[in-house]
Structure formats: C-alpha cells, structure tokens
C-alpha cells in the first residue's frame, strides 16, 4: 500500500525537479542548502505523489518567495550547516494532501534503531556523473537510525582525509536500510520518524550518495541541531498550524490508499 506524505516538497526550476523538501508551516519548507545554486527562480509543488502531476485542485504549486541560508553553510566542499528554508509566497491550504511535519525539540534525541522513513523522486546524482534517476511516482524506504561513529567509518574506508577528521559530524544524522540502498530519497528530502504519536523531521538528506554503493547510508543534515534557528527565522518563532499526529495520518493512509494525482 502506497502511504501518504501530506509534508512531502517538490523544489522545482522551471518545471524541473531538483531537490525534495518539508513542509514546517503554511508558508514555510525546509531543504538542503545544498540545492540551492544562484538565483534561479524556484517554486514547490506539494499534495502530490506525481513528479508530473495532472491538474488537480489537490495539487499546489507556489513560488517561492525568500530562501534562507544557514549562516554555517560553507559550500559543497565541506558541507556544514546544510539547511536552508524556503519562504512561500501563499500560504498552503492545509488538505488531507498538504499537511506540515513537526519540528523536534532541540533537546531530543533519536535513539540508534529508530524505524524512519526516507521520501522522495530519486534525484541522486552519481558523484562523478551526470546522470540522475527520477521515478514518476514518489519512491519510500523504511531506514533505521544509525550510529554516528559507525557511519563515519564505513565513509572513511572510501576517504582519503586523515583520520583525525570527521566525516560525518555532530550536526548530522545517518540512517541506512542495511540492505540496497534504494535511492529513494532526493536532496534536501525529509528523513521522517514517528514519535510519540507524532511524525517529526529528522532529517533533510545533505549527502549524494551514489546508488551503486548500495551499502552506504543516507546521510542527513540533524535537524535538533537547527530547529531553534528554523522557528528563530519564521516570524515571531511561533508556527501557525499544528504539525501532523500519527493517527490522523493513519486514518488518511487507511481511508486513502493513494497520494492522489
């Protein structure tokens, strides 16, 4: 059964697809600073599963009106503060199709083993190539928290920097599916994980990573480590709408089998 992922972001040039994003608030999404390059003109599509949905009054397209970048944010070079927001010119209609994810508070943690779902197109470029997968229908991925150290290590081994550096800091969160990876998920998508009762962002995934390594994890930019920046940037840090609660979506997931057009 295809579930349902009201949050789920289509950030688009034109009418390409070029990274996921979240849903946080009736005007606001939340993406890697990664996908944004220049000053292109970017809009979102949401309350779709489709990449090139038909028209329909459950589909939303909005352009974007500002993009915030986290000061951190070095460059692709050394990826840092991977974490941009994306200010909507309209404010969403909230719909069983278009619902925003909750932000977790700073201060929690996500414990090793946490089941997580990993969204998206597939817009996972190789890195040496320009070649990119995009499936028409949005792909998921049931993944598991991983240890930070552990996921560190299985980069390392492909890595030529001395071992005194980190590859995968603090500010980062891994996840994997310990079998094929699936390359389910696109840049700057959500790492979703339902907590007590409720479905929180995890996680925006901050590294490419090359689907014929099947055995590499996601890695995601931590978003505990930016939630207080994230309400600081929205007016007044106060988010206007409730974020979505597990049974309210499981309710849509059974009287709904399908995303929609």
Known sequence: MSRHWPWEVSLRVGNEHVCGGALIDLKWVVTAAHCI???????????????????????????????????????????????????????????????????????????????????????????????????????????????????????????????????????MICATNYREDLCSGDSGGPLACEVEGRWILAGVLSWEKACAKVRNPGVYTRITKY??????????????VPCTSAWLLLLFWLLQPQMGP
């Not at 390059?37 to 949401?46: C, D, M, P, R």
């Not at 489709?50 to 909005?62: A, F």
């Not at 939630?227 to 206007?240: A, E, T």
Request: glycine residues 6%.
């Open 37 to 171: 390059q220049g000053t292109k003109e970017y809009s979102v599509i949401l309350g779709t599963s489709k990449l090139k949905p038909p028209n329909s009054t459950r589909t939303l397209l909005i352009p974007v009106r500002d993009i915030i970048m986290h000061p951190k944010y070095w460059g692709r070079t050394f990826i840092m503060g991977d974490v941009a927001l994306l200010q909507l010119y309209n404010p969403v209609i909230i719909s069983k199709y278009v619902q925003p994810i909750c932000l977790p508070e700073p201060n929690y943690s996500l414990k090793v083993g946490t089941q997580c779902w990993v969204t998206g197109w597939g817009q996972v470029k190789q890195r040496f190539s320009a070649n990119s997968t995009l499936a028409s229908e949005l792909q998921e991925a049931e993944v598991f928290i991983m240890d930070n150290k552990k996921c560190d290590q299985i980069y390392r081994k492909k890595s030529h920097i001395p071992r005194v550096v980190p590859l995968v800091l603090g500010d």
């Open 227 to 240: 939630s207080r920046w994230i309400k600081k940037q929205i007016s007044n840090g106060i988010l206007s």
